[in-house]
């Protein structure tokens, strides 16, 4: 631990306007790991900023290889937590893939992912896309574009593939959602095929993010999803274009979350406390003061430690912008959101999301009760460890009593039908009546037998 950066922090502790008491910490040397994504930025404002040293933690910020590997890491202990897929957490209590109870107490945030295609699959797209006036593609650009390009492949015999980053993940789900709004079927999971392209005219497969845009120029995969600066790199490179953002699919959608097994927080639960603290000072820093502090976030994210890309790159999308094509730059003010719209809250609603796209494509095979959605939920996404975490940093005046929902039961606002690109509203209280009202997917009591769909 570097001694200025300690005396530095101690300092700032120490002249706080209402210092709390420190909590009596179970455990103070602790190990996270992320993924090379723009997302993780709470961790690495957390540790630069000396917030977890405020809270007296001392963490090592260790980059993972995949997705699998930092799971099994938080499993096995190696890691304390870790910034993870939503769906993570949610996979491995319920028991898909690996069985492990895994809980959050912190939302890391909102947003921040997109779809790319090829330059050669866009200029197939391009004679279905509507134009503006100014005769640039008008977005939200919908996958009823895709589909005849689609239906070409597969009239010539050719796989049409995509890449995302994991089954359990945002990106798989999103780009499900993208396929699926627009007419395209993205295949079924089943017990006995895990591949998830039962019935698929889409083949979706799992590529590592930092290698999403180079699999792609091979040829390998002709688009994915992915989270930033993936997607901007393949306008960098000149090899893609995003032909949607997750903003323009689902507005202020729920993003990654911080993971820690649930016998980690039972056995530290003032640990738990206190790195929540540091991570949601980080997210109030990244957006307070309309992002006055995303320039400096940007040049953090570049180094070598954390995301590593070009920083014009990471700069194009944490900064307000997107740009689609080359020069095509359009204002996307809320593309990253850390803190507003209260992001870091774990709501029950969007982990009951991620359950119910789970069942909509055969991961979770068999039909279940509302109520088994909601205690599903309920014993992942932890609200009881982030309010109390967001009362001491009220109580310390190192945060605003009027950002947090205090009286919330865990669920948000149905989301507006005009939210969503395909027109269908969600509300996590009903989910399966959500189920019924999307034109594909599992629903009611059906099932996948071989490779087709019974009731």
């Known amino acids: 631990m ?18 709390a008491e ?70 491995a209590t319920i028991g898909y893939g690996t069985k492990a109870h895994i809980v959050t107490p912190f939302s890391m945030d909102l947003n921040g992912n997109g779809i790319t295609v090829s330059n050669d699959i866009w200029e197939q797209m391009r004679p279905h896309v509507p134009l503006m006036e100014d005769g640039r593609p008008q977005h939200p650009i919908s996958a ?36 699926a709004a627009g007419g395209i079927e993205p295949g079924y999971y089943s017990p006995e095929d895990v591949s998830g392209q039962i ?4 083949f979706l497969s799992v590529t590592p993010p930092p290698q999403m845009p ?15 600066p993936w997607n901007q790199q393949a306008v960098f490179k ?38 929540t603290k540091a991570l949601i000072r980080a997210a109030i820093w990244l957006d307070e003061n309309n992002n006055a502090n995303r320039e400096e976030a940007v040049e953090i994210l570049a180094r070598s430690e954390y995301v590593g890309a070009d920083a014009d790159v990471i700069a194009n999308s944490m900064t307000g912008t997107f740009e689609y094509e080359k020069g095509d730059v359009r204002d996307v003010p809320d593309f990253n959101v850390f803190f507003r719209y209260n992001a870091t809250y774990p709501f029950y609603s969007d982990a009951i999301w991620y359950l119910s796209q789970m069942r909509r494509w055969g991961q979770i095979a068999e039909p279940k009760s509302d109520e088994w959605f909601v205690e599903t939920a309920q014993s992942v996404y932890r609200p009881d460890i982030y309010l109390q975490a967001a009362r001491l940093l ?62």
């Open 199 to 202: 019935g698929a005219d889409v």
């Open 22 to 91: 420190m909590l009596d910490l179970e455990k103070d040397e602790l190990t996270f790991g992320f993924i090379k994504l723009t997302d993780m930025a709470p961790l690495a404002v957390a540790y630069e900023n000396g917030y977890f040293e405020d809270e007296g933690l001392f963490v090592r910020l260790e980059a993972q290889a995949n997705w699998k590997v930092l799971l099994d890491g938080v499993i096995d202990g190696q890691l304390d937590g870790a910034h993870m897929l939503a769906g993570q957490p949610l996979a």
């Open 144 to 179: 009823a574009s895709l589909a005849p390009v689609v239906e070409e492949y597969k009239d010539q015999g050719v796989p049409f593939n995509m890449g995302m980053v994991f089954p359990v993940s945002t990106h798989n789900y999103e780009l499900r959602y993208w396929l």
């Open 394 to 455: 009220v109580d310390e005046e190192l945060a605003n009593e009027a950002d947090f929902p205090w009286d919330s039961d865990g669920f948000k606002a149905p989301t507006p039908a005009a939210d969503v690109i395909d027109g269908i509203g969600y509300d996590g209280r009903t989910p399966n009546a959500y189920l019924e009202s999307l034109p594909i997917g599992l629903k009611g009591d059906q099932v996948i037998a071989g490779s087709n769909i019974q009731n």
């Open 214 to 228: 180079s699999t792609m120029e091979a040829g390998t995969i002709f688009g994915y999803s992915v989270g930033e």
């Open 238 to 275: 000149g090899i893609g274009v995003p032909v949607i953002t997750d903003y323009e699919l689902w507005r202020n959608n729920p993003e990654k979350v911080f993971g820690l097994s649930a016998e980690f927080t039972k056995e530290n639960p003032n640990t738990t406390i206190a790195l």
């Open 2 to 19: 570097n001694t200025l950066k300690w005396l530095l922090a101690s300092s700032i502790l120490c002249t706080s306007p209402a210092m």
